[in-house]
């Protein structure tokens, strides 16, 4: 079955510090991968997705950065952090066939807390 | 208009009772339909994808309504672990991920 692995659980980040948060996916191949991010009691913001390797579409004009340097890993960064950076990030993927009219699945998240 | 509104809540219902949402949204060409569960501090899970005849699963029904334009969650015989926010998510179905949309989310709490 499939996975999506996401790490840390949690980070404790200063204001000017480089970020850098992973995702892997497992059991499938050529998935497309998405970052959200939810700021406290928010509803989730899409920042980046990718249909592929090295092919990202960002969309959200901001300090983060991603790459997708493998099939199956995406990785959020920043070279320095903002304190409106913090909240819960969420990467997720949908996969098969028809992966455009295929569900969300999610990673368990990790909640930064830049100070 | 928002693309997807849904009420946000609280509802507070008895344990037993039978609850609803609806979640509208604006895009008519909208092709894929889902629900999904958020614990707090937790990641949003697929509760159930909706399908043009409806579905159901065990104490779930979720419905859709092409012509008005919405989504519905019916919750039957509430217990006291369905506690959560409720997420609809609306999608095109195309290649345009971008536009998965998702509502802000119905809170909802179970008393026993």
């Known amino acids: 079955s499939q996975t999506i692995h996401q790490w840390p659980a949690t980070l404790v980040q200063p204001v000017g510090s480089p970020l850098s948060l992973e995702c892997t996916v497992e059991?499938?191949?050529?998935?497309?991968l998405y970052w959200y991010r939810q700021a406290a009691g928010r509803g989730l913001q899409l920042l980046f997705y990718?249909?592929?390797?090295?092919?990202i579409s960002s969309e959200v004009p901001q300090n983060l950065s991603a790459s997708r340097p493998q099939d199956r890993q995406f990785i959020l960064s920043s070279k320095k952090l903002l304190l409106s950076d913090s909240g819960f990030y969420l990467c997720?993927?949908?996969?098969?066939?028809?992966?455009?009219?295929?569900?969300?699945?999610f990673g368990n998240g990790t909640r930064l807390t830049v100070t | 208009r928002k693309e997807v509104e849904q009420d946000p809540g609280p509802f507070n219902v008895p344990e037993g009772a039978t609850v609803a949402f609806n979640c509208t949204y604006s895009?008519?060409?909208?092709?894929?339909f889902f629900w999904y569960r958020q614990d707090c501090r937790k990641e949003p899970k697929l509760l159930m994808s909706?399908?043009?005849s409806g579905n159901e699963d065990g104490r779930f029904t979720a419905q859709l309504n092409r012509a008005s334009q919405y989504i519905s969650l019916l919750i039957r015989d509430s217990k006291l672990s369905d506690s959560a926010t409720y997420l609809c998510?609306?999608?095109?179905?195309?290649?345009?991920?971008?536009?998965?949309?998702f509502g802000s989310g119905t809170r909802l709490s179970i008393r026993p």
């Open positions: 997720a993927a949908t996969w098969g066939v028809d992966s455009y009219n295929s569900p969300l699945h």
């Open positions: 059991g499938t191949s050529n998935p497309n």
């Open positions: 990718s249909i592929g390797i090295d092919q």
């Open positions: 895009n008519s060409a909208s092709q894929s």
């Open positions: 909706v399908y043009s």
């Open positions: 998510v609306v999608s095109p179905g195309y290649s345009s991920a971008s536009k998965i949309i």
